[in-house]
């Protein structure tokens, strides 16, 4: 079991916006605002699309963006593409003994 | 341009003993931390634990403190994950990743593959 909690998948059409959901506690998500997010594509390595809860990386679309209240954090995606489809993971620092926790990972499936 | 470029695929045995390396170039190797990241097939990512090359100080994720060592060459700007004695649950793809300032992770390797077969 991940130590941060989010729907193992979504779905959404070509134009639409998704959200995914990435629950932790008050030890991670809800004390910091060191959230990311990660893009996976099948056979690849993961790449960085969101930081410190809603900063993009050059070269990231603005179609995504990220926020967090409470002890949850979110990663909306916009005008969805093809090339969207991937697996997503949220992570995020959580204290000096454990330091970073992963979610479990959402399979985002553009239909 | 930053690059992290991980050593080839391994096929080992359980007992065996391994260790991969991550060669960080296009950046200055000692003002970034190095973290390693588990992927087991199928699974989820997995954070295993973190070095500064500018002074080896090395931190462990609980899951993987005892299990794996890791160390780093700033000389020749590589770091490395070993064990000791390979199981077969260690099977899986080994990520290097470069820690940005804050705790997100802006560069990885291309991963490593180790597969601990009898």
């Known amino acids: 079991q991940s130590a941060l909690t989010q729907p193992a998948s979504v779905s959404g059409s070509p134009g639409q916006s998704i959200t995914i959901s990435c629950t932790g506690t008050?030890?991670?998500?809800?004390?910091?605002?060191?959230v990311s997010w990660y893009q996976q594509h099948p056979g690849k390595a993961p790449k960085l699309m969101i930081y410190?809860?809603?900063k993009r990386p050059s070269g990231v679309s603005n179609r995504f963006s990220g926020s967090k209240s409470g002890n949850t954090a979110s990663l909306t995606i916009s005008g969805l593409q093809a090339e969207d489809e991937a697996d997503y993971y949220c992570?995020?620092?959580?204290?000096?003994?454990?330091?970073?926790?992963f979610g479990g990972g959402t399979k985002l499936t553009v239909l | 341009e930053v690059q992290l470029v991980q050593s080839g695929a391994e096929v080992k045995k359980p007992g065996e003993s391994l260790k991969i390396s991550c060669k960080g170039s296009?950046?200055?190797?000692?003002?970034?931390?190095i973290g390693w990241v588990r992927q087991m097939p199928g699974k989820g990512l997995e954070w295993m634990g973190i070095?500064?090359?500018?002074?080896?100080?090395?931190r462990y994720s609980p899951s993987f403190q005892g299990q794996v060592t890791i160390s780093a060459d700033k000389s020749i700007s590589t770091a490395y994950l070993q064990w000791s004695s390979l199981k077969a649950s260690d099977t899986a793809m080994y990520y290097c990743?470069?820690?940005?300032?804050?705790?997100?992770?802006?560069?990885w390797g291309q991963g490593t593959l180790v597969t601990v077969s009898s």
């Open positions: 008050s030890s991670d998500v809800g004390s910091y605002n060191l």
């Open positions: 070095i500064y090359p500018g002074d080896s100080d090395t």
């Open positions: 992570c995020s620092y959580a204290g000096s003994s454990t330091y970073v926790v």
């Open positions: 296009g950046y200055s190797f000692t003002s970034y931390w």
């Open positions: 410190e809860g809603s």
């Open positions: 990743v470069r820690r940005d300032s804050g705790w997100h992770w802006d560069y």
